[in-house]
């Protein structure tokens, strides 16, 4: 099933635009679908986007606004004008182009769910050899779809415009309580109306009771932010029935890196994923942005784009002591002990080891290294959990007490690179691409879950669930848990960092907790301005509608 999938999916990428249309006087559905395979095509569509929009400019979002991550300009490269320094200095406008982005993504996202909804819900299902109750559920899905880039919506802007079908007709923006609603009615009508998961089947893409329960449950999570409405209560009694399988088969993988591996597709601990496939169609944006020049070297395997761009945010200062900041310094936070805190190397056969990229980039199977390009050019390069200019060290700074250490003055080897996904070698080159990119997993429900205990009072409990996802980290005795007298904001914040590093969350988490304008990181002071908890309405948008209103301070 996942393969069908991902063929229909990397068909309609290909052919994008570039069909040459055909003209008919009258268009009636007979025209188009006659068979499963035109069913699906047009079904998948929706998804084909989804997909796109998960990465990109909707991560940047999430991920480059926080103290997690960072695209630091290096040598004259990632210099763009100030974009990506504006994003992490809070310092971004109506016209910032990730926000115009997203704000379009979210848009076309629920007309294409509708709109393919509207055009299904003609067909006769039984004459193309399917039957009425898989149509069911296509509808149901287009339409969980559709609440989900609301979702997005609320999170990232607000209050949206609300519409129940495709319409050429503009709506007014609704107030982010009636938006919180109108996904929640949605998401209660048509969990009922998917299917579940059976533990064993390969995830394809599609939605299943699970991933629309997830949805519902970081709608209560987040409801204090997005509404000011402490919905705790009801999250943690979806959370809990998604545990108990109420949805689904779901259950913790017994690796950290279960949900990310090659074969992560039949992983029972996530929920809901976008298929990736070698020569198909693949998820290789995060490789190609963070990646230093001539990674392909070190793991010995074809060159591919690789930008090396995006890093974790340092936790060191240029003299090597620590930043005291409570929040940031992702690598730090790793305990030593973990199995992740440990250089990436591909062992063979899918199996692999450590989720960094960090130190002498140099294999200690192979012996093969990845050299410098610019600042170290020749010289195998050495990442350090630091951001400065130290080949500058007796030219232009005479210590390093003077080098400085901002968004703007990185080198190629300035921050340690997250490998959530695996590379293979050339022998095994033909797995390369094929983890499926994780949207949710179980591991975010105990999480949730855990924090709305601790928001209860039940302090021991919700260190209990952070421990139960915790305790796979470590090959003995976890030798820091989670534990009643040490659980508070900033450790609970620090264990949704390790966690779930790059995964495109961060930013809703601190807004939850009140930190993302208000706590310092890395380079970038407090504003204390909430209205920065949303994005802005992009100038685009307004000034292409009669009735688009901006978000208030913008």
Same mark, same amino acid.
């Given at each position: 099933?996942k ?11 290909v ?19 006659? @068979? ?14 989804w ?15 926080t ?5 630091p $300009? ?50 006769d299902?039984? !004459?193309?050899?399917l039957?009425?109750e ?5 509808q149901?899905q ?21 519409? !129940?079908?495709?319409t ?6 609704s ?6 609603? /109108?996904?929640? @009615?949605?998401?209660?009508e ?6 579940t998961?059976? !533990? ?6 599609f939605i299943?009771?699970?991933?629309a329960a997830?949805?519902? &449950?970081?709608?209560? /999570? ?14 943690a009694k979806v ?6 399988? =109420? ?7 017994k ?32 490789y190609?942005?963070?990646s ?35 929040l ?8 030593d ?8 190397? #591909?062992?063979? $056969? !899918?199996q692999? $080891? ?11 199977l192979?012996?093969? &290294? +990845?050299?410098?390009?610019? %600042?170290?050019r ?15 060290l007796?030219?232009? #700074?005479?210590?390093?007490? $003077?080098?400085?250490?901002d968004?703007?003055s ?19 080159? @033909? +797995? ?5 990119w ?9 999480y949730?879950?855990?924090?709305c205990?601790?928001? &209860? ?10 421990? =139960?996802v915790?305790?796979?980290?470590f090959?003995?005795?976890d030798?820091?848990?989670?534990t ?6 900033y ?12 995964e495109?969350?961060?930013?809703? %988490? ?8 208000k706590?310092q ?10 209205h ?8 685009t ?14």
């Open positions: 099933m393969k069908y999938i991902i063929s229909i999916l990397g068909a309609l990428a052919a994008g635009c570039s069909l040459e249309p055909a003209f008919y006087s009258s268009v009636t559905p007979d025209l188009y679908f006659d @068979s499963p395979t035109s069913i699906y095509s047009a079904f998948s569509r929706p998804f084909v986007h997909r796109e929009f998960l990465t990109y400019d909707s991560w940047r979002l999430q991920e480059l606004t103290d997690e991550m960072c695209c $300009q290096r040598y004259q490269h990632y210099e763009d004008g100030g974009m990506w320094a504006v994003l992490h200095h809070h310092e971004w406008t109506p016209d910032h182009e990730c926000i115009i982005k997203v704000w379009n993504g979210v848009g076309k996202g629920i007309a294409f769910a509708y709109n393919m909804a509207d055009d299904l819900k003609e067909v299902y039984v !004459k193309c050899g039957d009425d898989t149509k069911a559920w296509h149901a287009l339409k969980t779809l559709a609440a989900y880039f609301y979702l997005r919506g609320l999170d990232y802007f607000g209050g949206m415009p609300l519409y !129940k079908e495709y050429l007709q503009e709506a007014p923006r107030t982010a309580k009636e938006t919180f609603d /109108f996904i929640e @009615s949605i998401l209660l048509t969990i009922p109306q998917l299917r998961y059976t !533990k064993g089947a390969s995830h394809d893409g299943t009771q699970g991933a997830v949805m519902l &449950a970081q709608l209560y /999570f987040n409801a204090i932010a997005y509404t000011g409405e402490d919905r705790f209560a009801d999250c959370c809990q029935d998604i545990i108990d399988q =109420k949805y689904g088969q779901y259950e913790l993988s690796i950290w890196n279960g949900p990310f591996t090659f074969d992560n597709d039949l992983c029972a601990e996530n929920i809901w994923v976008a298929p990736s496939a070698n020569s198909q169609y693949l998820f290789s944006w995060y190609s942005q963070s230093p020049y001539n990674i392909h070297e070190y793991y010995d395997i074809i060159k591919s784009s690789q930008y090396n761009g995006l890093c974790m945010q340092p936790s060191l200062k240029p003299d090597g002591s620590s930043y005291g900041f409570k940031g310094r992702p690598y730090e936070k790793f305990h002990d973990d199995l992740r805190k440990t250089l990436y190397v #591909y062992n063979g $056969q !899918k692999y $080891q450590g989720m960094f990229l960090v130190g002498k980039l140099e294999n200690p192979t012996g093969k &290294a +990845c050299k410098g390009e610019w %600042d170290y020749g010289e195998v390069l050495e990442l350090v959990d630091m951001v400065a200019p130290f080949k500058q007796g030219k232009q #700074y005479a210590d390093v007490t $003077q080098l400085p250490s968004i703007y990185a080198e190629e080897n300035s921050g340690v690179r997250v490998v959530k996904y695996p590379t293979p070698n050339k022998t095994d080159e @033909s +797995c390369q691409w094929d983890p499926d994780v949207v949710f997993r179980l591991a975010e429900v105990y949730m879950l855990a924090e205990r601790f928001r &209860a009072g039940e302090h021991g409990a919700a260190a209990e669930l952070f421990n =139960k915790r305790a796979r980290n090959s003995s005795a030798p820091d848990p989670v009643a007298d040490n659980i508070d904001k450790r609970i914040l620090d264990e949704w960092m390790t966690e779930f590093i790059g495109a969350r961060r930013r809703t %988490d601190l807004i939850r907790w009140d930190a993302f304008t706590d990181w890395w380079d970038h002071s407090p504003s204390g301005s909430a920065l908890n949303v994005f802005p309405i992009p100038t948008a307004i000034s292409s509608s009669n009735i688009i209103t901006q978000n208030p301070e913008y």
